[in-house]
């Protein structure tokens, strides 16, 4: 386990007024239930070593004795662990809730009578067939050759390699590498560059399916939470200093799931934090073309007029340190299976021989196909962001409406809203709503150890009206849910009784 260690001076901040009118007494029982949803909610990643109680005592203004009565509590529920001189830490207990860990697929074939919300991708926007078309036609011109292109096409690579210079990441068509997807380009950064025990460092919560890519390769995952409205650089600059890991993940423009932009500010702090450490890190750009409101958040006029993003992370940074993925799966279409990755050029032969255990090249129809939309994406991302504008107020109105006692933060763009629930039933929830109908990805895919059981991911990526249809039968399965007890305790095993058995949320896989 990698390690992680809480300041006390942190962990009162993230505690805020823990005294609550609920708890009029004892104090040590609000701590310790502050803390246990501080742990449920991934803010306390498992495995984060906690304060010495004199530690906390002093930083909270209240007395060791309550300090030390709150941990007593957390390790009699499982939720603290510690051995004799070590130092007590986190941890997730299986009763809290499911342990549903794991990647996102899209609904398998036989499961099309359910509304997927579980994939948060978009179908194939118009002009398809007719780029398909297009490629088809230029394809002739790549027939005289073996067609295995281990750096890509030219034309594409060219493509994106402007996109890259335009945003103010000066790029050349020789660091760029296309890839089958952006997940296969981040497969390809582990296989390259980390080993068996390894530290890897992520947001928390963050895209279930890199996660999956981390642990097959053997490394220690290294969990850095967010916060509600923005990163948690105290937390992702101690985890740096401490733990020094091998690489980090990190998707800063629409985050995958929370919808969080991290602003120039924090992209500072974070290309600071990343060059000290020389920790050799991945940007994840995936969503970076479904900015559905320029000018409401970081990067934008204060009046709401357009404006620009903030500059590429990893700008300023040693040029070595950071590596950026991207695909076409988000913007334009998954089934078309094109990604890409802008190296360093000194890292780019290493890459492209450990590549060569595994593949050969992308499709070059695919590639020609991406070239086709990639010149003609400004009309194409006008209308998708148009269409995932009147979709995400479709889904916030019936959300409003029907589970008001949700908290969500409506986001500037991506593709999904982040739903905070009022009780730890997520696992519990995905598994009902499917017998309702609904494909539901649940909080603890999106982080380590059980995480996440009161959050779900929700992507406006359906018309309209499924949403509308989709968050009704939701909203009936929660209610059976959360009506027999109190919000504290898991509803497993009494919700598996009265509904039997019921599709399994831990098979593999997230979008």
Not at 289 to 306: F, I, R, T, Y
Request: glycine share 8%.
């Amino acid at each position: 386990m990698a390690d992680r260690m809480a300041s006390a001076g942190h962990l009162a901040g993230l505690l805020g007024p823990w005294r609550q009118a609920r708890h009029p007494s004892p104090s040590y029982r609000a701590l310790a239930d502050r803390i246990r949803v501080l742990v449920l909610d991934g803010r306390l990643p498992p495995g984060t070593r906690l304060p010495s109680e004199r530690e906390l005592a002093l930083a909270l203004g209240t007395s060791r004795t309550t300090v030390t009565s709150a941990y007593g509590v957390l390790r009699e529920i499982s939720f603290l662990t510690s051995r004799r001189g070590a130092p007590s830490r986190t941890a997730v207990p299986p009763s809290a809730g499911a342990r549903s860990t794991g990647v996102i697929t899209p609904s398998a074939e036989n499961e099309s009578h359910l509304l997927d919300l579980g994939a948060a991708a978009l179908t194939a926007p118009p002009g398809m067939a007719e780029a398909v078309a297009a490629a088809s036609e230029a394809l002739p011109a790549y027939l005289g050759g073996h067609g295995y292109t281990a750096r890509g096409v030219p034309a594409l690579r060219d493509l994106v390699a402007r996109r890259h210079t335009e945003r103010g990441l000066p790029t050349s068509p020789d660091q760029i590498l296309v890839t089958s997807g952006a997940l296969q380009a981040f497969a390809l950064v582990l296989r390259t560059f980390v080993s068996p025990g390894d530290r890897v460092l992520v947001e928390h919560p963050t895209y279930p399916n890199a996660l999956e890519a981390i642990r097959q390769t053997g490394a220690r995952t290294v969990p850095v939470p967010l916060a509600r409205d923005g990163w948690d650089l105290v937390m992702l600059e101690a985890a740096m200093r401490q733990s020094a890991p091998r690489l980090a993940y990190l998707i800063p423009d629409f985050h995958n799931p929370t919808g969080l932009l991290m602003d120039e500010r924090e992209r500072g702090r974070t290309a600071r934090a990343v060059s000290r450490a020389r920790t050799l890190t991945v940007v994840d750009e995936t969503l970076l073309d479904l900015d559905l409101d320029p000018g409401l958040e970081p990067g934008g006029a204060p009046d709401g007029s357009s404006g620009a993003l903030p500059s590429p992370l990893g700008v300023g940074t040693p040029q070595e340190a950071v590596l950026h993925i991207g695909s076409t799966s988000k913007s334009f279409w998954g089934g078309l299976g094109i990604g890409w990755l802008r190296a360093p050029l000194p890292l780019v032969a290493r890459l492209l021989s450990v590549r060569a255990a595994t593949d050969l090249g992308t499709s070059v129809l695919s590639q020609l196909t991406a070239a086709e939309l990639l010149v003609k994406q400004d009309s194409i991302l006008t209308e998708r962001r148009t269409v995932l504008r009147s979709r995400r107020a479709a889904l916030v109105d019936a959300l409003r409406t029907h589970l008001p006692q949700w908290r969500f933060a409506v986001p500037r763009g991506g593709l999904s809203l982040w739903c905070e629930l009022d009780a730890p039933v997520s696992s519990d929830l995905a598994v009902l709503a499917a017998q309702l109908g609904v494909r539901l990805a649940s909080g603890p895919k999106f982080g380590v150890d059980g995480a996440f059981e009161r959050y779900v991911r929700l992507p406006f990526t359906l018309p309209e009206a499924d949403l509308r249809t989709a968050v009704t039968r939701i909203a009936d399965a929660y209610a059976t849910l959360t009506r027999d007890g109190p919000h504290g305790l898991s509803p497993r095993s009494s919700a598996s009784r009265r509904i039997g058995p019921a599709a399994d949320d831990s098979t593999p896989v997230v979008t």
